[in-house]
């Protein structure tokens, strides 16, 4: 069974950094391309950004309002992505899911979520 | 970026009545286009792929439609268990983009 487990959200002031981590389990990680989502509280779906596989170059990609401050990395040998978010802003509250993104057949396999808020 | 209007935005359904769901795209995206099952304090969940490909474990009432621009979801009969919000979502190109959601509720 595959299983996504989110942790690292809480609460960071506006300018500050944080970092999420996700561990997978029940799939060959390695082989995988993952995705972060984010719900802000009430609201829809927004894509944070990808990365590839390293097989498959292991690039990665981001929604507009995260480039430049959002990073995400990849530990295949600990099975587990990271999402590292930096210069923090208030719009940046939501839940963040971690996702198996299946490329063109959609996001396949999603986390709990786990919740950041920025607030001073 | 390629935006997707859901319509509508809301939905009251008596159970075993039939619910139809649109997603519109601002171009093409073939048949990249997935729908996903959001109930309350769950996350999101895949239920069909590539416009019409339901997921294993789907209910038989869920199916998709639709290629290009223009998409449906279609719940034959509203079970209870269906009362969520639905999402569609494109992987055509990035950025990737969703709709902006259709909530159902059971009159």
């Known amino acids: 069974e595959v299983q996504l487990v989110e942790s690292g959200g809480g609460l960071v002031k506006p300018g500050g950094s944080l970092g999420l981590s996700c561990q997978a389990s029940g799939l060959t990680f390695s082989n995988a391309w993952m995705s972060w989502v984010r719900q802000a509280p009430g609201k829809g779906l927004e894509w944070v950004g990808r990365?590839?596989?390293?097989?498959?170059?292991?690039?990665?990609d981001y929604g507009e309002p995260v480039k430049g401050r959002f990073t995400i990395s990849r530990d295949d040998s600990k099975t587990t992505l990271y999402l590292q978010m930096n210069s923090l802003k208030i719009e940046d509250t939501a839940v963040y899911y971690c996702?198996?993104?299946?490329?063109?057949?959609?996001?396949?396999?999603w986390g709990q979520g786990t919740l950041v808020t920025v607030s001073s | 970026e390629i935006v997707l209007t859901q319509s509508p935005d809301f939905q009251s359904v008596t159970p075993r009545e039939k619910v139809t769901i649109t997603c519109r795209a601002s171009?093409?995206?073939?048949?990249?286009l997935h729908w996903y099952q959001q109930k309350p304090d769950q996350s999101p969940k895949l239920l069909i792929k590539y416009a019409s490909q339901s997921l294993s474990g789907v209910p038989s009432t869920f199916s998709g439609s639709g290629s290009g621009t223009d998409f449906t979801l279609t719940i034959t009969s509203l079970e209870a268990e269906d009362a969520a919000t639905y999402y569609c979502?494109?992987?055509?190109?990035?950025?990737?983009?969703f709709g902006g959601g259709t909530k159902v509720e059971i009159k």
């Open positions: 979502h494109q992987s055509s190109s990035l950025p990737l983009t």
């Open positions: 990365i590839k596989s390293k097989t498959a170059g292991g690039t990665t």
């Open positions: 171009q093409s995206v073939g048949t990249n």
């Open positions: 996702t198996i993104d299946w490329g063109a057949a959609g996001l396949g396999y």
